[in-house]
């Protein structure tokens, strides 16, 4: 029998609001996939493209990450930096062969609880149709040659 694939994917989420309404979506009792692992970052800004490519050469299926909306970070400019890098990386992942909506880039508020369940949703369907990621496959294959 077939178990049906289960995507494993990082969210990158700046703490003054992805991270504050991922626990508002907690503390609001709302369901969103337990496919997305929180990675708590100071901003968005933070977020390089190697933390990027790194977390897709360790097997993640997916990544995002969700910054404050535009015009409301903390350190100015840290989010739209972020979008630029996902952009990147997308070129990336299309220039290698790999479908680069397994990345993504969002922009919420700490007040938008049911937001931060929607985008773990969309992400987690979204992986699931394009399927795991191929270089996860050829890690595991090479653990088995060993
Ligand atoms: Fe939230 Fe910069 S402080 S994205």
Redesign the pocket.
């Known amino acids: 029998m077939k178990t049906e694939f289960e995507p494993e994917i990082l969210a990158f989420c ?1 703490k ?2 992805a991270y504050a309404a991922a626990d508002l979506a907690g503390s609001m009792r709302l369901s969103y996939p337990a496919n997305i692992r929180v990675i708590q970052v100071p ?3 933070r977020v390089d493209v190697l933390h990027l490519l790194k977390a897709f050469e360790n097997g993640a299926d997916g990544v995002y990450i969700a ?2 909306l535009e015009g409301e ?3 100015l400019q ?2 739209l930096r ?1 979008r630029k890098r996902v952009e990147q990386v997308q070129k990336t992942l299309a220039a290698i062969g790999m479908n680069p909506e397994r990345i993504h880039m969002y922009n919420l508020s700490s007040a938008m609880g049911p937001r931060f369940a929607e985008i773990a949703k969309e992400m987690t369907e979204n992986i699931k149709k394009i399927g795991p990621n191929p270089i996860k496959y050829r890690i595991k294959q090479k653990g088995d040659e060993r």
């Open positions: 700046c003054y609001c901003c968005t800004g910054g404050c970070c903390h350190f840290g989010n972020a």
